[in-house]
Each structure stands twice: as structure tokens, then as C-alpha cells.
Nanobody
């Protein structure tokens, strides 16, 4: 069973950058894609970005396109590089596994959530 552990959150000023990481372990050969999702206080969890393992195709929410970049290394670590951060990006960021055949842009199509990492952007 795959386990996901996020790290790298923190406090940053608006316009700044931050990178969060997600390390996958255990049964990683079954992964066909991973995503980053976030949940702000009082709001539903929303899709941010995702990557298909085979071929590396990426997917982004319109709200982060051009500012955020998802990537992975050879050690099953997925990164989310966040640039030009805005106060509205403040949320707990989670990584999760993508459900095979599911809609990449829907948060319901992800499972195996990590514990999350807090990202706070001050104005």
C-alpha cells in the first residue's frame, strides 16, 4: 500500500515562491499518477495539479496555470513549485494518488491522501 508524506510548506509573502514535496513509498509500482490538491478554511478541497506517471503529462487548475509547476524525480518524489504566490493560495496542500481512468481535474478521483502541509501566503 502506497504511503504519501508531504513536506515543505510554510509562510511566504505574496509574490514569493515555495516548493512542497511528496514522497511516495510502498507499492509505488502501482502508481499511475499523482496530484496536488488543496483545502482552504471553510472551502471544499480543490484540484491544483497532477502528473501522469507514464509519459509525464501534466494537468493544472486554471487558477495556478503559469505559476505552479508539478514535477517528479526518479525516487518517487513529486514536487509542486509555486511561484508568484497570492494570499488566495493559502491552504493545506495534499498529495494523493490518481484513480485509474478518473477525471484528472476532480478531487473525488484521488485517494490515499497524505497528511497535508500548510502553505500560508501573507499580503
Amino acid at each position: 500500500q502506497v504511503q504519501l508524506v508531504e513536506s515543505g510548506g510554510g509562510l511566504v509573502q505574496a509574490g514569493g515562491s515555495l516548493r512542497v514535496s511528496c514522497a511516495a513509498s510502498g507499492g509505488t509500482s502501482s502508481i499511475q499518477g499523482m496530484g496536488w490538491l488543496r483545502q482552504a478554511p471553510g472551502k471544499e478541497r480543490e484540484f491544483v495539479a497532477a502528473m501522469r506517471w507514464s509519459g509525464g503529462r501534466t494537468y493544472y487548475a486554471d487558477s495556478v496555470k503559469g505559476r505552479f509547476t508539478i514535477s517528479r524525480d526518479n525516487a518517487n518524489v513529486v514536487y509542486l513549485q509555486m511561484n508568484s504566490l497570492k494570499p488566495e493560495d493559502t491552504a493545506v496542500y495534499y498529495c494523493a494518488l490518481h484513480l485509474y481512468g478518473g477525471d484528472w481535474y476532480q478531487s473525488d478521483e484521488y485517494y490515499g491522501w497524505g497528511q497535508g502541509t500548510q502553505v500560508t501566503v501573507s499580503s
